[in-house]
């Protein structure tokens, strides 16, 4: 069954360099997605991306974050100086539509920041 | 701001049992809804879904109801195995919230224990 892939599966990067989470979303899908999971806390809506633009982005979203699919199957999410509090589970989903159709989650990539 | 709600943190069913998860939403305009099993170190893995057009959902053990007078939907799962054990996670989506990739908005969880 396909699915979303995410490397690397955990990134430690010292507080104010810049990190690179990187995703393989299914082969047959238009839409991509990032959310976030700080420990304990639910998981975040932070951008939806479709036609090579992005579609909807959440609060959390601000300048720090940007988003690319630098060709036809990766799709990237960089934080330009990370944070303490960027430390969390960040997850990738993809869906083939945007209308009533699942999103399908990749496993996440552990961003630690020290 | 919690628009999606699940108010038990954990759940213990004895297996063979029925296991009936539960999650409110405040949002009004949620149209589609979802349910997601999360097994740790993994991601979020689809499981059943509801229009809001619609008041049940059925695939296999797992059936979902939809009460949008109660702002209120249910996961049943029958019989309840070892394996079901898993964070789950009611989700649901707000057509109108953006410019069309809609982002899911998440509960916070419930940890259902499936019990020998």
Known sequence: ?114 | DQQVKQNSPSLSVQEGRISILNCDYTNSMFDYFLWYKKYPAEGPTFLISISSIKDKNEDGRFTVFLNKSAKHLSLHIVPSQPGDSAVYFCAAKDPYSGGGADGLTFGKGTHLIIQP
């Open chain 1, 1 to 114: 069954e396909p699915e979303v892939t995410q490397t690397p599966s955990h990134q430690v990067t010292q507080m104010g360099q810049e990190v690179i989470l990187r995703c393989v979303p299914i082969s047959n899908h238009l839409y991509f997605y990032w959310y976030r999971q700080i420990l304990g806390q639910k998981v975040e809506f932070l951008v939806s991306f479709y036609n090579n633009e992005i579609s909807e982005k959440s609060e959390i979203f601000d300048d720090q974050f940007s988003v690319e699919r630098p060709d036809g199957s990766n799709f990237t999410l960089k934080i330009r100086s990370t944070k303490l509090e960027d430390s969390a589970m960040y997850f990738c989903a993809s869906s083939d539509t945007s209308s009533n159709q699942p999103q399908h989650f990749g496993d996440g990539t552990r961003l630690s920041i020290l």
